[in-house]
């Protein structure tokens, strides 16, 4: 299964976000800047997080984007699926109608089994691990 850019660079910026949190907001721009996505793309992208209530906007010369809650309380899950919407590996997990070998298809379970463990690590992993993860990688290039 292949996420699209929209969750590859979303969750990019939802990472700067988180990086950054607690310091204020930040404009499009400078994440844009420092991610190398184009502000016009994520400024769709921010507009699909905000209606999903992960982000919030201030308004003003000093507004910009912030998480709405601590990263410790984001869940990558949300976030690819906010992007996305309902993952999915193949057709038939979410429309069993799609095929008419579901019922005794044994395959179906294989990719069953795959989309478990995928959502089962999304879950599992919130923003500020990957915050961790950012800086225990800072400290060993120092």
Not at 8 to 33: E, F, N, S, T, W
Request: positive net charge; contains cysteine; aromatic residues 4%.
């Amino acid at each position: 299964m292949k996420l699209s850019s929209r969750s590859r660079y979303g969750l990019r910026a939802v990472l700067d976000l988180a990086l950054h949190y607690g310091k204020g907001p930040l404009q499009i721009r400078a994440i844009a800047a420092r991610e190398e996505i184009s502000n016009k793309y994520l400024e769709q992208l921010m507009t699909i997080l905000k209606t999903s209530g992960l982000v919030r906007s201030l308004r003003g010369p000093k507004g910009g984007y912030i998480l709405s809650k601590p990263p410790d309380q984001i869940k990558l899950k949300e976030v690819i699926t906010a992007l996305e919407g309902p993952l999915f590996p193949v057709e038939c997990l979410q429309h069993p109608q799609f095929c008419p070998h579901c019922a005794e298809c044994i395959t179906r379970q294989v990719w069953a089994d795959v989309q478990e463990a995928m959502l089962g690590v999304l879950e599992a992993t919130n923003m500020q691990d990957l915050v961790d993860r950012v800086k225990t990688s800072e400290n060993r290039k120092a």
